[in-house]
């Protein structure tokens, strides 16, 4: 299994909703991504988790919120978000953690997030 | 971070080869050469990656100049499915994040 699984596929929310997007990977990978990627553009990462511990935060607005539950599963906890969040929001994972470069990342179908 | 630079876009026959260069004058001792592609309505395609030699593998050739300040991602007979944007990055022990940047969109004439 090779797979990085996104749900859902598309989202839309209101402005004062609270909604999770959901990532899993079961190939023992022990680092994990968020990616917000907007119409032509390329993706820009968001977060990294490596062994289940936050490693990365690109500055990333406290209305999102991040969780790392055990090596398989990655949340993306969406609360007061604006318009302009509306993009692409991609998942990925490697193994080993961030420490090893020699490797690759699998990368979701993403969940295509509208805000209204 | 170390920064690559790629030409916006090109144009490649069906079943000829494709030459995707990448510049990284700034690419350290440690850093990993990766590529990925992004189709149309898809996530990121893992497609190749090496340090200091060239590699090969069953979607591409990855050629690195000798100082690695360069590379050129290869692919040996387009198809239209290889119509996508593809993205050189630099990832470096201790930080492997892929910072993706603006990559190359490589359009296939049938």
């Known amino acids: 299994d090779t797979e990085v699984t996104q749900t859902p596929k598309h989202l839309v929310m209101g402005m004062t909703n609270k909604k999770s997007l959901k990532c899993e990977q079961h190939?023992?990978?022990?680092?994990m991504y968020w990616y917000k990627q907007k119409a032509k553009k390329p993706p820009e990462l968001m977060f990294v988790?490596?062994?289940?511990?936050?490693?990365i935060n690109e500055s990333v607005p406290s209305r999102f919120s991040p969780e790392c539950p055990n090596s398989s599963l990655l949340n993306l906890h969406l609360h007061a978000l604006q318009p302009e969040d509306s993009a692409l929001y991609l998942c990925?994972?490697?193994?080993?953690?961030?420490?090893?470069?020699?490797?690759?990342?699998?990368f979701g179908q993403g969940t295509r997030l509208t805000v209204v | 971070d170390a920064k690559t630079t790629q030409p916006n876009s090109m144009e490649s026959n069906e079943e000829e080869p494709v030459h995707l260069p990448c510049n990284h004058s700034?690419?350290?001792?440690?850093?990993?050469i990766h590529w990925y592609r992004q189709l149309p309505s898809q996530g990121p395609e893992y497609v190749i990656h090496?340090?200091?030699s060239n590699v090969n593998n069953r979607m591409a050739s990855l050629a690195i100049a000798e100082d690695r300040k360069s590379s050129t991602l290869i692919l040996h007979r387009a198809t239209l499915r290889d119509a996508a944007v593809y993205y050189c990055?630099?990832?470096?022990?201790?930080?492997?994040?892929?910072?993706f940047g603006k990559g190359t969109k490589l359009s296939v004439i049938p």
């Open positions: 990925a994972s490697s193994r080993g953690g961030v420490i090893h470069p020699n490797t690759e990342a699998f």
């Open positions: 190939m023992g990978h022990r680092a």
């Open positions: 988790y490596s062994y289940e511990k936050l490693s």
């Open positions: 700034t690419i350290s001792g440690t850093d990993y």
């Open positions: 090496g340090l200091t």
């Open positions: 990055i630099l990832g470096g022990a201790g930080s492997y994040q892929l910072t």
